[in-house]
């Protein structure tokens, strides 16, 4: 079974622009959650989608956004870019909403993103 | 809130024991771990439900107490495989499921 597959890997980016990462979660998961990590902030959570339908979301502004396809594919927007923003940007995927249900979440190897 | 982690880094020797505290401020339904080796992703490890029932992932296992809300994570006679950070996620009770990640420990394992 492939796992959950993040394009693209490493990403740079000017301040101003706008990017759009993409995750690919495992077969038959339809929950896909995303996280921002930094060194020394641990996992932030962003959001997370189900069934096409945003169900939760965490403290990020605005800029910050994404969807889920009938595929369960799942893309996030960050626009007008930071240099703030330049972080590892996870996505997870499960089999049942709530990224704290009792299903694993399945981690992939991230978009690193780079804003000079 | 997010739950606090204890210790933030910890160094062993091959074959040594480490256990790692995750303890919240609220009442917990679960607890989840997780580990994340350096430049991969995070693995999860294990989820402890409200219950205090102890589970175990090689010689990993962990502790949930409800009453303490606290977790704790226990590595016994560790292995250089062992190396990497470690996150608890806390779930409490009528939150919807939303898991809060702690800033995580750091685990280095030295020959």
């Known amino acids: 079974k492939a796992g959950v597959t993040q394009t693209p890997r490493y990403l740079i980016k000017t301040r101003g622009q706008q990017v759009t990462l993409s995750c690919s979660p495992i077969s038959g998961h339809r929950s896909v959650s995303w996280y921002q990590q930094t060194p020394g902030q641990g996992l932030q959570f962003l959001f997370e989608y189900f069934s096409e339908t945003q169900r939760n979301k965490g403290n990020f502004p605005g800029r910050f956004s994404g969807r889920q396809f009938s595929n369960s594919r799942s893309e996030m927007n960050v626009s007008t870019l930071e240099l703030g923003d330049s972080a590892l940007y996870l996505c997870?995927?499960?089999?049942?909403?709530?990224?704290?249900?009792?299903?694993?979440?399945?981690f992939g190897n991230g978009t690193r993103l780079t804003v000079t | 809130q997010q739950p606090v982690q204890s210790p933030q880094a910890v160094i062993l020797r091959e074959g040594e024991d480490a256990v790692i505290n995750c303890s919240s401020s609220?009442?917990?339904?679960?607890v989840h771990w997780y580990r994340q080796k350096h430049g991969e992703a995070p693995v999860f490890l294990m989820i402890l439900l409200k219950g205090g029932e102890q589970k175990g992932h090689e010689k990993i296992s962990a502790s949930f107490n409800e009453k303490k809300q606290q977790s704790s994570l226990y590595l016994t006679a560790s292995q250089l495989s062992y190396s990497g950070t470690y996150f608890c996620?806390?779930?409490?009770?009528?939150?919807?499921?939303?898991?809060?990640w702690g800033a995580g420990t750091k685990l280095i394992i030295k020959p």
């Open positions: 609220k009442a917990l339904y679960s």
């Open positions: 997870a995927s499960s089999l049942a909403p709530g990224q704290g249900n009792n299903s694993p979440l399945h």
């Open positions: 996620g806390t779930v409490s009770s009528g939150s919807n499921y939303q898991l809060i």
